[in-house]
């Protein structure tokens, strides 16, 4: 889980972390520290690993054929509302920073670059953008059942 990966980096001195409250809610801030700052950059120059995408619905999708198309078109229903949602956060967070430059209006050019890619990843999923699962390969699928 993701919120496990700032613990072990602060087990490693990388960051310095300070508990925080808004209202009761507490969170936790990190805070890069110099061997942080050396680590980063030396990962950044390893080559990436990338781009890895797990999605338990698209596994159900590219199985469809041992199943019906009711499975078949419930998987797509899940990748599409999942995809819809998560472009929806982006949305949000891009005009909270476009309004107001926070959390981090230093890296603006940087979200910006980032943000656009996830969405890109995630319209396609959405309708009317590429519309997979309204094509030829259901249709196929549909006249052998």
């Given at each position: 889980?993701?919120?496990?990966?700032?613990?072990?980096?602060?087990?490693?001195?990388?960051?310095?972390?300070?508990?925080?409250?808004?209202?009761?809610?507490?969170?936790?801030?990190?805070?890069?520290?110099?061997?942080?700052?050396?680590?980063?950059?030396?990962?950044l120059d390893t080559p990436a690993?990338?781009?890895?995408?797990?999605?338990?619905?698209?596994?159900?999708?590219?199985?469809?054929?041992?199943?019906?198309?009711?499975?078949?078109?419930?998987?797509?229903?899940?990748?599409?509302?999942?995809?819809?949602?998560?472009?929806?956060?982006?949305l949000d967070r891009?005009?909270?920073?476009?309004?107001?430059?926070?959390?981090?209006?230093?890296?603006?050019?940087?979200?910006?670059?980032?943000?656009?890619?996830?969405?890109?990843?995630?319209?396609?999923?959405?309708?009317?953008?590429?519309?997979?699962?309204?094509?030829?390969?259901?249709?196929?699928?549909?006249?052998?059942?």
């Open positions: 889980m993701v919120y496990e990966e700032p613990k072990k980096l602060a087990t490693a001195g990388l960051p310095t972390s300070q508990a925080c409250f808004t209202g009761k809610r507490r969170s936790t801030v990190y805070q890069i520290t110099a061997a942080g700052r050396t680590a980063l950059r030396d990962w690993a990338g781009m890895r995408m797990e999605c338990e619905a698209m596994v159900k999708v590219a199985f469809a054929d041992a199943g019906d198309v009711n499975q078949l078109r419930s998987a797509v229903r899940e990748i599409r509302a999942d995809a819809e949602a998560r472009l929806a956060e982006i891009s005009t909270q920073y476009a309004t107001t430059g926070r959390p981090f209006p230093d890296r603006l050019p940087i979200v910006a670059i980032t943000g656009k890619l996830l969405m890109g990843q995630y319209q396609a999923a959405v309708p009317g953008r590429h519309g997979a699962h309204r094509g030829v390969a259901i249709r196929s699928f549909l006249r052998r059942r």
